[in-house]
Structures are given as structure tokens and as C-alpha cells.
């Protein structure tokens, strides 16, 4: 690490709030598959900003949108209408099969509009203030207080004492769990279609069914998180689209903005109707004309490239490449996941084999302490796919 480099986190840790433990680089630039740091050393990203960068880096078209809308307006506040919002929101609704949405900022401002809605929905029928929330175990939903609530990580919530929302923890994949889960103070179900820090766990086609038959018979709302598994990454738009299992409430984020922030939750016309009126919820900056030009730069480019049929094209090779790690590298035990979200599960800490790929310029991230999550932009083709198998694959053989 060069002097200037060193100096520049040393200052960045001296002023900053430590609640990340950062990886030691500082970044500068990013150009296709690739970043670059303050040095000009080149990386290849497998971890897409968690996510988040799903067309990769120096998009033109996406570049051009954003800028020009800069030079337009960039927030009018919600007391008006804006023409990026209106064509983003329409948009949104033909490609989920939903009917309403609600542009916030992030992620966990989706999921925290999506709970505060099943909350008044159940509220609206029955009158009652106690309402629950099943969740499901090694979850993740964000770190604001509701999303927190919900999140099957008992770590994350044990320092901040009681939760506004009150939750019970079910097992993915285990339907028993969840009849043993809801009571009749369940007004919500929520989950992640395929688990991210959770580990890389694909909801079952079986699991999802039986769950959504038990929302109906209940008057349950079903929340699907499709904030990390969303947004084509899956090879679908949205991850429940492969089994056509509609939510009732659903959330977006991450790569719905390609780096300009943006989150948003949809809902049916049912939940809409007894649910968020006028003055029930709000936010200054969600769905300002900068965000939702970005959306919409997103979405012509998600069209333009054939974002999901390049995903369900590809993905089979990255797992028959990842697949042939596993066989062949000691200290990897499974790969699981869909699509362009995968991870190695391993017999012990990744932490080091991160960091060796990061040295010899591959950029990864861990889904808990034994995870390699693989999260690259959408748009990678075998080439890349191949150089990163390389790098790791290195990394891995000194852990044998």
C-alpha cells in the first residue's frame, strides 16, 4: 500500500463512524467488469457493490440518462408530480404483475414500508395494535429499526432492546416451522425469495407454494424481500417470477438504480385499499426525478441488452465452473444458489481466501463466516467468468 493510499484511510478512519470493517483499498474509478483504485490497480468485481452495479461500470446510455436529468431537476418533493416517477412506476407495475408502488431511498426503507402497510392492513380489519410478523432465521432485511425487527439474526438486534415490530423466527424451507410460527396475531409473512447474508439459500418451489396457499387461507399478507435476489440477478426480474408465486407486498432496491439510491415496494390493489392512505407514510427524497430517471435508464437497458435471458444463458456455466471448484478444492463443500447469486460454501473461514483473491485483484464478499457469495454485474460473460475461477481457484489451494 502506497503512502498516499494509507494516509487517505488513515484520515477516512480517523473522521468516519467505524461500523464497517473495510476492506483496505480505496477506490477510484470503474470501467466494465472492472474497478480500479487511487494506485490504478485493476479488479475484477464478483461483488458488484453487493449487488448493486448489475450493468457494470462506464454504462453510457445509463451515464448520459443520469446526467441529463441533472441538468434538468432533481427533486421537486412529493407534493408534486414528477415525469421520471410516472414512467418508472408504470413501468415497475408491468414487469411485477403488481399495482401499486412506493419509491423510497434504500432497501431497508422498502422494508420498512412494506411492514408499516401489512401492520394497517390488519389493523383496518380487525382494530387490533398487537399484530406479529413471521420471519425467517438467518434473514436479512436491513438495520433500521423494522427491518431490523425481522431480521433472523439474533446478533444484529440484541443491543437495542425491544423491537417496534414484533417477530417470529421460522426455518427456511420448513413449512412445519412456520404453522408452529404463526398465531392469530400473524399479519405478515416475510422472506427473502433466495437468502442473502443468510447464506446464499434458495427458497423451494414446495416451501413457497404451501406458504402462499397458508397467506391465503388466513388473510396473511405475504411480503417477498427481493431487495439483494431481485432485479434479474436470478435470471428472472424478480426471483418469485420463476414459480409464479405473487406476493402481496414485495421490495426492490440495489440494481433497481445501478448505484444512484433507490429502493421501492409494490403491493396488490387489495393490500392498497385497506392499507397506507394520505399521511401514513412519506419520504422527501423517495421518487425524486434523479432516482427515478436512473430507474428508468435501468430498465431500457435491462430491454436494450436482454438482461434476463443473458443471465438464464450464462448463469449454468458460472455453476458448472463453480461446481468443478467444489470438486476440486478440499476446503469447498457445496455450491448453492440461482443465477448470478451464488455462493462456496466452505469448511471453514473465508476471510483469507478473500483476501488473497483481493491481492491478486479479484473482489469477493462473504455470506457469513464460511460463505464466498458471488454477486457479479448481470452483464459478465464466460471470459470474466473463467478469470475469476482462476484467482480464486489460487486462493482456495492454499487453504488445502
Same mark, same amino acid.
Given at each position: #500500500?502506497?503512502?498516499?493510499?494509507?494516509?487517505?484511510?488513515?484520515?477516512?478512519?480517523?473522521?468516519?463512524?467505524?461500523?464497517? +470493517?473495510?476492506?483496505?483499498?480505496?477506490?477510484?474509478?470503474?470501467?466494465?467488469?472492472?474497478?480500479?483504485?487511487?494506485?490504478?490497480?485493476?479488479?475484477?468485481?464478483?461483488?458488484?457493490?453487493?449487488?448493486?452495479?448489475?450493468?457494470?461500470?462506464?454504462?453510457?446510455?445509463?451515464?448520459?440518462?443520469?446526467?441529463?436529468?441533472?441538468?434538468?431537476?432533481?427533486?421537486?418533493?412529493?407534493?408534486?408530480?414528477?415525469?421520471?416517477?410516472?414512467?418508472?412506476?408504470?413501468?415497475?407495475?408491468?414487469?411485477?404483475?403488481?399495482?401499486?408502488?412506493?419509491?423510497?431511498?434504500?432497501? *431497508?426503507?422498502?422494508?420498512?414500508?412494506?411492514?408499516?402497510?401489512?401492520?394497517?392492513?390488519?389493523?383496518?380489519?380487525?382494530?387490533?395494535?398487537?399484530?406479529?410478523?413471521?420471519?425467517?432465521?438467518?434473514?436479512?432485511?436491513?438495520?433500521?429499526?423494522?427491518?431490523?425487527?425481522?431480521?433472523? +439474526?439474533?446478533?444484529?438486534?440484541?443491543?437495542?432492546?425491544?423491537?417496534?415490530?414484533?417477530?417470529?423466527? *421460522?426455518?427456511m424451507n420448513d413449512l412445519?416451522?412456520?404453522?408452529?410460527?404463526?398465531?392469530?396475531?400473524?399479519?405478515?409473512?416475510?422472506?427473502?425469495?433466495?437468502?442473502?447474508?443468510?447464506?446464499?439459500?434458495?427458497?423451494?418451489? /414446495?416451501?413457497?407454494?404451501?406458504?402462499?396457499?397458508?397467506?391465503?387461507?388466513?388473510?396473511?399478507?405475504?411480503?417477498?424481500?427481493?431487495?439483494?435476489?431481485?432485479?434479474?440477478?436470478?435470471?428472472?426480474?424478480?426471483?418469485?417470477?420463476?414459480?409464479?408465486?405473487?406476493?402481496?407486498?414485495?421490495?426492490?432496491?440495489?440494481?433497481?438504480?445501478?448505484?444512484?439510491?433507490?429502493?421501492?415496494?409494490? #403491493?396488490?390493489?387489495?393490500?392498497?385499499?385497506?392499507?397506507?392512505?394520505?399521511?401514513?407514510?412519506?419520504?422527501?427524497?423517495?421518487? +425524486?426525478?434523479l432516482a427515478c430517471a436512473? =430507474?428508468?435508464? =435501468?430498465?431500457?437497458?435491462? /430491454?436494450?441488452?436482454?438482461?434476463?435471458?443473458?443471465?438464464?444463458?450464462?448463469?449454468?456455466?458460472?455453476?458448472?465452473?463453480?461446481?468443478?471448484?467444489?470438486?476440486?478444492?478440499?476446503?469447498?463443500?457445496?455450491?448453492?444458489?440461482?443465477?448470478?447469486?451464488?455462493?462456496?460454501?466452505?469448511?471453514?473461514?473465508?476471510?483469507?481466501?478473500?483476501?488473497?483473491?483481493?491481492?491478486?485483484?479479484?473482489?469477493?464478499?462473504?455470506?457469513?463466516?464460511?460463505?464466498?457469495?458471488?454477486?457479479?454485474?448481470?452483464?459478465?460473460?464466460?471470459?470474466?467468468?473463467?478469470?475469476?475461477?482462476?484467482?480464486?481457484?489460487? *486462493?482456495?489451494?492454499?487453504?488445502?
Open positions: #500500500m502506497s503512502e498516499m493510499m494509507k494516509k487517505m484511510i488513515d484520515q477516512a478512519e480517523a473522521d468516519l463512524l467505524h461500523t464497517y +470493517n473495510r476492506y483496505q483499498v480505496v477506490l477510484d474509478h470503474g470501467e466494465g467488469m472492472y474497478l480500479y483504485d487511487v494506485e490504478g490497480k485493476k479488479y475484477l468485481d464478483f461483488m458488484s457493490g453487493i449487488g448493486v452495479f448489475a450493468l457494470g461500470y462506464s454504462n453510457e446510455y445509463y451515464e448520459n440518462a443520469v446526467k441529463e436529468q441533472v441538468g434538468k431537476i432533481l427533486h421537486t418533493s412529493n407534493y408534486f408530480y414528477n415525469e421520471p416517477a410516472i414512467k418508472a412506476a408504470h413501468r415497475l407495475k408491468e414487469l411485477s404483475g403488481m399495482d401499486r408502488v412506493f419509491f423510497a431511498n434504500s432497501g *431497508a426503507e422498502a422494508v420498512e414500508g412494506a411492514l408499516k402497510a401489512a401492520v394497517k392492513y390488519a389493523y383496518v380489519k380487525d382494530g387490533g395494535k398487537d399484530h406479529q410478523v413471521v420471519a425467517l432465521e438467518h434473514s436479512f432485511h436491513g438495520r433500521t429499526y423494522g427491518a431490523l425487527s425481522v431480521t433472523g +439474526n439474533s446478533h444484529y438486534r440484541e443491543a437495542f432492546g425491544a423491537m417496534p415490530c414484533e417477530a417470529r423466527f *421460522a426455518k412445519e416451522s412456520v404453522l408452529e410460527a404463526v398465531t392469530d396475531k400473524t399479519c405478515a409473512i416475510i422472506m427473502e425469495v433466495v437468502q442473502g447474508e443468510g447464506g446464499i439459500v434458495p427458497a423451494e418451489e /414446495e416451501f413457497l407454494k404451501a406458504v402462499r396457499a397458508l397467506c391465503d387461507e388466513k388473510d396473511i399478507l405475504l411480503i417477498f424481500d427481493e431487495v439483494q435476489c431481485g432485479m434479474g440477478r436470478t435470471g428472472y426480474m424478480f426471483a418469485w417470477q420463476k414459480f409464479g408465486i405473487k406476493p402481496d407486498i414485495m421490495t426492490t432496491a440495489k440494481a433497481l438504480g445501478c448505484g444512484v439510491p433507490v429502493g421501492a415496494f409494490l #403491493m396488490t390493489q387489495k393490500v392498497a385499499d385497506h392499507s397506507l392512505t394520505a399521511g401514513d407514510h412519506g419520504t422527501t427524497y423517495g421518487g +425524486n426525478p436512473a =430507474v428508468n435508464a =435501468v430498465l431500457d437497458q435491462y /430491454e436494450t441488452l436482454g438482461i434476463t435471458d443473458h443471465v438464464q444463458k450464462t448463469a449454468p456455466y458460472l455453476e458448472k465452473k463453480l461446481d468443478e471448484m467444489v470438486s476440486k478444492y478440499d476446503y469447498c463443500l457445496l455450491r448453492r444458489g440461482r443465477g448470478f447469486m451464488q455462493g462456496l460454501v466452505c469448511k471453514g473461514p473465508v476471510k483469507d481466501v478473500i483476501a488473497d483473491a483481493m491481492d491478486n485483484g479479484l473482489i469477493l464478499i462473504n455470506a457469513g463466516a464460511d460463505i464466498i457469495r458471488i454477486l457479479p454485474p448481470l452483464v459478465i460473460t464466460e471470459k470474466e467468468i473463467d478469470e475469476m475461477v482462476q484467482i480464486l481457484g489460487q *486462493a482456495l489451494a492454499k487453504m488445502q
